[in-house]
Structure formats: C-alpha cells, structure tokens
C-alpha cells in the first residue's frame, strides 16, 4: 500500500531495500562451501562424488515433489535446497550406503523443511534434523568412518574412529587419554575420520571468510560458540589434562568449525539481533562441552545447534534492541 501527498510518501515496510536475494545468498553459501568439498573429494574420491551427486538429486526430486503435492510453488532454483543438499552430504560418513543418503535427504526436505511451510518457516535446521534421526536410527552406517586417503592414490578403503571418538573411548577403557599421536596439522588439512565435511578446518574457515566478507553471516555466533568451548574445555583440562583433551584439540577435532559457521549461523532458525546471537553461540558451546564431556556420544555439535534452535523465539524476544527516545515506564516516573 502506498499513499502520495505534498511531498511525501507512506508506505509500509520494508522501508530499506538491498540488492540481495535469496538466490544470491544461497549460491554464495554454495561458492564458500566449494574448498570443504574439494577437500573431501581429494580424500573420498568416488566415494564423495557419488555420496555428493546423490545428495543434490535426491533433495531436488523431494524439494519438487513435496511442493507439488503441497500446492506451492516449485522454488527447487532458489539455491536454498542445494545449499541443503551439500550440507547434509558433508555431515554424513564418506561410507554411507545409497540408501542411507536418500533417506536422509527426504528427512531433510519433507520433515525438516517442507512440513512446516517451507524454506523461512522451518524452526530447526532441516540437515542437522536429518543427521539426528539418522544417528539415532542407523547408528552403525551413521558410525562407519573410513581413513582418507589421497585421490588416485589406489589406498584401500580402511576403517578408522574419529578422533574424538578414539579418545572417548580410550578413557572408557583406560580411565586416561593421550594425544601425543595426533598431529593437529593433520586435522586443519583434512588427514582425520570423520563426516566429509568437517575433516579440512582450513578449507572451512577459507568458505568462512568469504561470507563474513559478504556479510551474510556475522561473528557473534561462530566466536560465542568456539569461545565458550575453548574456555570450557581448557578449564577442564587445566584441572586434569589425564582426562579432559586441550581446548585445541577441541576446537579442530569434530564438527565444531562446519557447525559454528555454517550451520549455527542459518539465518531462518537462529537469532536475529547481535545479543541474541551470542547467547545462541554461548549456548551452543556449552551443551556440545557437556556432551562430548560427560554424555554417551563423542561429538555434540548436532545435538547443541537442534537444541538451541527451538530456544530461538525466546532468545529473540528478550533480546530486543531498545527503541529510539524508548524509557521505561518506572524511569519516566522517576523523571
């Protein structure tokens, strides 16, 4: 609705306008997403690329199918489900069996995205909803890490734990952990197990730059989240090293660098404003600390975005900048 008079105009919001769209901001997620999926590539060969291209068909067909049947229109262009699409395939292991990838993908798309309204109205993170389920249902396939080995180099395919894996259960067994054998250049290159996605910190953190350079993800919430676990961690460690890894290991070892950036940051299931999105960050720390601590999984990174993405609505409600000239009643009384 829109109201000319002498001079001026009234309209309704929104009054500021920028050149971004959904398009736009989801292939760039895409672009900065493409070194973390050279990498698993380099190191997963066959394995990753058929993992990759069974991910983006099978999310596509949902996506299509589901607004179909839902009377909606078909948006499956927008990027917003190939972003999806590449995210659930690096939360995975390079191991998965085929059907393993197109169930996940239906969980991502019908039930962690479509039920609700479609992309904007989906409360938890559609990929991490997927891994859950997935984790919690198939906890075998969802647990089969293979060792990387260099594309071409005709290596075989050889099973190996996750290094926070390894170290939780050296502790069950042994009642100590001993980190002497990792090299932590090994976890920033990619030479560890683990989910496709999550082995190169340096190839993520290159992805990262990018959108903190496009501005279209801020660092409240990847700097509470890391933070908190480095300062959790490192206490911890500092009280007994025998039985607590250092923050470092922390930090590289895991998930925490794809779920701090990529996932945490998803504009639609997390906080709006800058407090709230650094006591999203610090609540996402503290959870994935205590569970990989003190509960039966070695990782918790999935578990603390999901948790803190239904805390959300409230985070933003009690996180309301204050109006402009707005005092509160008490004040205004008090002069």
């Known amino acids: 609705m829109t109201e000319s008079g002498a001079g001026y105009i009234i309209t309704t919001s929104p009054h500021i306008h920028t050149a971004d769209s959904i398009p736009r901001v989801m292939y760039s997620v895409v672009i900065a997403l493409i070194p973390a999926v050279i990498v698993s590539v380099l190191f997963f060969g066959k394995a990753a690329i058929v993992i990759y291209c069974l991910s ?9 199918i589901a607004q179909k049947i839902m009377g909606r229109p078909i948006t499956v262009t927008d990027g917003s489900i190939l972003v999806t699409a590449i995210l659930f395939a ?17 969980i991502a798309v019908v039930l962690g995205k479509q039920i609700y309204g479609g992309l904007g109205y989906n409360p938890f993170n559609p990929v991490l909803v997927a891994r859950i389920l997935l984790l919690i249902s198939f906890p075998v396939q969802m647990t089969s890490w293979i060792k990387p080995a260099p594309l071409f180099s005709g290596a075989d395919l050889v099973s190996v734990a996750t290094p926070l894996g390894e170290v939780k259960t050296e502790l069950m067994l042994k009642g100590a952990i001993d980190l002497s054998r990792y090299n932590y250049l090994d976890f920033t290159t990619g030479f560890m197990g683990g989910s496709m996605g999550e082995m ?13 350079y496009r501005k279209y993800i801020t660092w409240h919430i990847p700097a509470g989240f890391i933070g908190t676990v480095f300062v959790m961690t490192g206490i911890f460690w500092l009280v007994d090293p025998t039985r607590y890894a250092n923050p470092i290991f922390h930090v590289l070892a895991g998930g925490l660098v794809l779920g701090a950036f990529f996932m945490a940051t998803d504009m639609v299931t997390s906080p709006v404003y800058p407090r709230g999105k650094i006591i999203f960050g610090i609540g996402c720390g503290v959870i994935t600390v205590v569970i990989r601590l003190f509960g039966g999984y070695p ?14 609505p409230i985070i933003d409600r009690y996180t309301v900048p204050k109006k402009f000239g707005y005092i509160k009643i008490d004040e205004a009384k008090a002069g």
């Open 90 to 106: 690096m939360n995975i292991p390079p191991s998965s069996p085929w059907w393993l990838v197109v169930l996940g993908s239906v």
């Open 299 to 312: 990782e918790g990174v999935a578990f603390s975005i999901l948790l803190m993405n239904a805390a959300t």
């Open 56 to 64: 983006i068909v099978s999310c596509l067909a949902c996506e299509a």
């Open 200 to 212: 190169s910190v340096l190839a993520l953190l290159l992805g990262a730059a990018f959108l903190l």
